[in-house]
């Protein structure tokens, strides 16, 4: 039998590339999407016709709401779940901290913590063996930003990256004798359209002179680490922050 990953996040940059990995290495894909339907769909139509198995689920991670509908056609579809990436992550216009209001804070921990946490948690009654499931792992996208800080661009980011790790560490100790491995990615500058959504398309290639290697990460590269801490390659590694960053 197939093991069952739920990617959130999963119709574009590193959650696209990420199911595409998996779908190669045998698992069954819930790809979770927002807003990009037919794109998440199409993903999914090209996993199912490669002979794998796939299902795409739309739901705002940020609503409670979702998140619990997301998880009952996840199980009514595969009866499972054995590895949650908890990709799904927005930035809004870059601006200095003094600039921004309390709605961005709120849309921008929203998605990046509080629906990581939903998800997790919803994970954990379906994997632990406390509950009598099998185990499992979880990876959490975090990013570079939370130790660099993003200033003038994403404080707001670093600091819900800042917990995320914090979430990582901690779900990590607490869960580790249920059978489930908690830890976390973090991307450096990585080439995928979120820059867009901060207003700035070429962020890589400007930043990308400050990363020792000297060019921005690509999305496959980001995957090939998350499929690694989900692996049984991985059996003994939770708690850990794993960066992907070209040296930053």
Known sequence: MR??????????????ATARLAAAQGYALCLNYRQHRQTAEALAKQIVDAGGQAIAVQADVADEAQVLRLFASLEQHFGRLDVLVNNAGILEQQMPLEQMDLGRWQR?????????????REAIKRMSTRH?????AIVNLSSVAARLGAPG????????????????LGLAKEVAAEG??????????IDTEIHASGGEPARVA?????????????AEEVAQAILWLAS???????GALLDVSGGR
């Open 3 to 16: 093991k069952v990953m739920l990617i959130t996040g999963a119709s574009r940059g590193i959650g696209a």
């Open 108 to 120: 921008v921990f929203g998605v990046n913590v509080f629906g990581s946490f939903l998800c997790a």
């Open 132 to 136: 009598g499931g099998r185990g499992g």
């Open 153 to 168: 661009e994403y404080i707001d980011y670093a600091a819900a990256k800042g917990a995320i790790d914090s979430l990582t």
């Open 180 to 189: 489930i491995r908690v830890n976390a990615v973090r991307p450096g500058v």
């Open 206 to 218: 400007r930043v990308s002179r400050s990363v020792p290697m000297g060019r921005g990460g690509l």
């Open 232 to 238: 049984e390659q991985a059996s003994y590694t939770s």
